[in-house]
């Protein structure tokens, strides 16, 4: 696949102190199926970290169904985001929730970090 619409290694956080970071100094919006943080980046471009674990949502099948969606709709949305680096973690509300609606909680979220956490525009 190529265009804007990948999910490449330089999209994502790695290291340990790069999620310390977002949670310390980030700005979040949560509900009950998850919370997102977010934070300005100087990289340019948008990056994105997960915390989903077994003991908010379940098994592995669970675990990995909930991370595909995340990482889905963050790349669909990639080309639009401001450089902001988000962290989203999930909460016990997204084990047994539908597809739709941990999808609209997302976006929610996504829009409420970014609005909380993107720099003024420059005049």
Known sequence: ?????????CHRLHAGAEFDRVYREGRRAGDGLFAVNAIVNP??????????????????VSRNRIRRMIRELFRLRQPTLP????????????????????????E???????????PPPQP
């Open 1 to 9: 696949m190529t265009g804007p619409y990948q999910f490449r290694p």
């Open 43 to 60: 990289l340019g471009h948008a990056r994105l970290g997960m915390s989903v674990s077994y003991r908010t949502v379940g098994n592995a």
């Open 83 to 106: 450089p902001l680096d988000f962290v989203v973690t999930s909460r016990p509300g997204a084990r047994n929730a539908e597809r739709p609606v941990l999808l609209t909680s997302l």
């Open 108 to 118: 929610r979220l996504f829009a409420e970090a970014i609005r909380k956490a993107a």
